[in-house]
């Protein structure tokens, strides 16, 4: 049984069979991980362990974090491998300098699934590192996330952390990143303190000062707004690019949320998605919607949409569903998971919607209050859906009324809330 005090050790794979080892080649390529199941019994794999990896069954080819995702009542557990690390192909016999390290290597070679533990994980590891000395700085990084698999940071502050990367995974899926490529971009090392997530990105995508003000015409009032951006990146893909902003002026522990405002140069449209959280009730998830922050948050949208006119179709392009570009995202209640990159599941309402359901008989308790949950919106958007709209263009905004997202920022931070800006760029 594997020591849970801290104590170094790791897992051995080996996969055997030449389609198996194809399809999991593309899975890395692909999306940046895979599944597979291990047996509890013989490994009793932890929440995180640091693997290495055949996929050639001649040589070790990758390290990276394995994860444990869920037990089946055969006794196998389904370890979940992300964040890959290639080994260019050791051969075993590149160990022949460390005797025991080498019969280490071959009995895991025959075994296929083996765990190496303590002082020979320790052996093991000071041979790779001078075997590939550029594998030292990864798996150091590794060994750092695995002791952050399942911790959860629910502190003030972290929420608005958390929802922040699903506000930016959300622009991330609607650019239409590879998913390999949107969970790499996630990837942030564990905080210390509450933070704005983008100021934790990698550095490769962060944005200098005069590349954002280069911007600035996306955003014909982005001086009001300027001084309040706690941090930027930007993404490509081909010859499209976006950028993303953190503006916040509250401090990430006094926000009251977040909002993701996205503009699509494809369709010149707007689209903002406000969070919420819900609260567990007795079968179901719940939100108030008597909560005073909520209704005066209505009432801004509604004051922005009385006030701005709605441009005519003027051809296939600017066909919308409908052209409110206001939606409400309801959460479960969450806290911050540094390794957990998955959006955050939720229902998804267009304010005109919301509004239907606030002034019907569903939504109404037998204490005279309201909520909408689960049980009672009839039908909801989920990520997928939403995304999809929003990338295709079916949803969002009409209007060319310039200043738009500037409003909308500065509505945000007069309201205490941190705003996601995502600009996507028909080409750079």
Partial sequence: ??????????????????????????????????TFGVSKGDL??????????????????????????????TGRVTLRFERFAELHQIKPEEFDRWPVVR???????????SRLESDEWEAFLDAIRQIRPAAAQPISVLHALRRAVGEQKGQSG?????????????????????PGEVRKSLEIPPPDQPAPFLQGLSAANLRED??????????????????????????????????????????????LGVDLIYYNHSYADYVMVQYKCLQQKPGDWVFNLNDKQFLEDLKRMENFATTNAVDQCSGPKDYRLHTDC???KFCKKITFEPMNCDMIEGMYFPRDYLLMLMSSDLVNSSRGGKYIGYNNCLRHLNNSTFIAAVRSGWVGSRTKTTGVISQ??????????SAIIGIAHEGI
């Fill in 44 to 73: 009793h794999p932890l929440a995180g362990e640091v693997c290495f990896l055949s996929l050639d069954q001649v040589s070790i080819t990758h390290v990276c974090l394995g994860r444990a995702r869920k037990e089946n009542e």
């Fill in 326 to 328: 206001f939606y409400f």
């Fill in 103 to 113: 019969k280490l290597v071959d009995d895991a070679f025959s075994r296929r699934t």
């Fill in 210 to 255: 005069p590349m954002i003000d280069h911007d600035s015409h996306v955003l014909p009032d982005f001086s009001d707004v300027r001084s309040f951006v706690q941090g930027a990146v930007e993404f490509t893909k081909g010859a499209e690019r976006m950028t993303l902003l953190n503006v916040n002026r509250a401090g990430i522990e006094r926000a």
């Fill in 158 to 178: 972290y929420h608005i952390m958390a929802q922040e990367r699903d506000a930016a995974r959300v622009a991330l899926e609607i650019f239409g990143l590879p």
């Fill in 408 to 417: 909308l920022v500065r509505k945000s931070i007069d309201a205490d809330r």
């Fill in 1 to 34: 049984m594997p020591s849970t005090d801290g104590t170094v050790l790791g897992l051995f794979l080996v996969f055997v069979e030449p389609e198996h080892r194809s399809i999991l080649t593309k899975k890395i390529a692909g999306h940046g991980y895979f």
